[in-house]
């Protein structure tokens, strides 16, 4: 097995390439980037913001990953990495490294999964990219334990600082999907997968923090431009969450927590136990 940290990035200002030398990035124009000592880089400039702190905060991020490292997702993380391995297994014979961009990574989960699934004889290129500083600085915390496995990057999903069309794979892990950008850092053939709620997905949850729950939108998928339907999937299950920190973890880690009233997250801070429905949906789509 070969995970190598992805390099073909590009300069947020100017689209250029970015080349590494001693502890920074920079592009032709002499726009350069430094390498925090924790392992990233920042390529997130002010004026592609929107508030000072932009993404999730530290509080959300640790909540997720002490959820994640638990194990919840673990079903979620094992389908997306067979099906990365997969398209990966197929495009093994072009000699290079199949490039993998989680856009949207938070604190790295799904990335270090899909690092340990992959066999010896896969060769990955891999990036984790999050508009959280918080998220990417507890990412590039926890890959700094080995040798590094991927290049982590604060950045915007709406101006992806990545080459044009060097990408092998995107995902979009319930977040927020910009396919123009996609497309763009995308190859030929080029697989996006999306990883989206469910009409079921924490149902039990929203029944106990909101007094009644929104119509569900139609699960029918539109092609993206630049894109080809490959497949549409559900991962769906039963979660059993034991203890209220469990609880307050899920909640903390989802944008429910913000749109709750202060009634319904105190019903939900009650709880002592709570089963849950995990169901959601996989997309995937080829770049034409």
């Not at 502890?23 to 000592?37: E, Q, R, V, Y």
């Not at 592609?48 to 994640?68: E, I, N």
């Not at 030929?188 to 119509?215: C, D, F």
């Not at 089963?275 to 080829?286: A, I, K």
């Amino acid at each position: 097995m070969s995970i190598t940290p992805f390099q073909a990035l590009a300069c947020p200002l100017d689209g250029k390439p970015l080349s590494w030398s001693d502890s920074a990035w920079s592009c032709p124009d002499g726009h350069s980037f430094d390498i925090a000592k924790q392992g990233y880089i920042n390529l997130l400039p002010v004026q592609q913001k929107r508030s000072h702190d932009p993404g999730d905060s530290k509080v959300m991020v640790a909540a997720r990953q002490r959820f994640l490292e638990a194990g919840h997702y673990q079903p979620i993380a094992d389908f997306i990495s067979r099906a990365v391995l997969s398209h990966a297994e197929v495009k093994k014979d072009d000699m290079l490294p199949f490039s993998c961009l989680d856009a949207g990574s938070g604190e790295g989960y799904y990335l270090r999964q899909l690092a340990d699934a992959a066999t010896n004889a896969q060769s990955l290129s891999l990036m984790g990219l999050d508009i959280s500083k918080w998220a990417v600085l507890a990412a590039a915390k926890q890959d700094a334990k080995q040798a590094p496995l991927s290049s982590w990057v604060v950045g915007s999903n709406a101006h992806l600082p990545v080459q044009t069309r060097t990408l092998d794979s995107v995902l979009c892990m319930f977040g927020f999907p910009v396919v123009s950008e996609f497309a763009r850092v995308l190859k030929t053939g080029g697989v996006l997968l999306q990883v989206e709620s469910g009409p079921n997905h924490l149902r039990e949850l929203r029944e106990v923090i909101y007094p009644t729950l929104k119509a569900e939108r139609s699960s029918e998928a539109e092609v993206p431009e630049g894109f080809t339907h490959h497949s549409s999937e559900r991962v769906s299950y039963p979660l059993a969450l034991n203890g209220r920190d469990e609880i307050a973890d899920l909640l903390a880690m989802t944008p429910h927590l913000y749109r709750a009233s202060a009634e319904g997250r105190a019903r939900a801070a009650a709880l002592d136990k709570l089963e849950v429905t995990v169901d959601v949906r996989v997309e995937q789509w080829l770049r034409t």
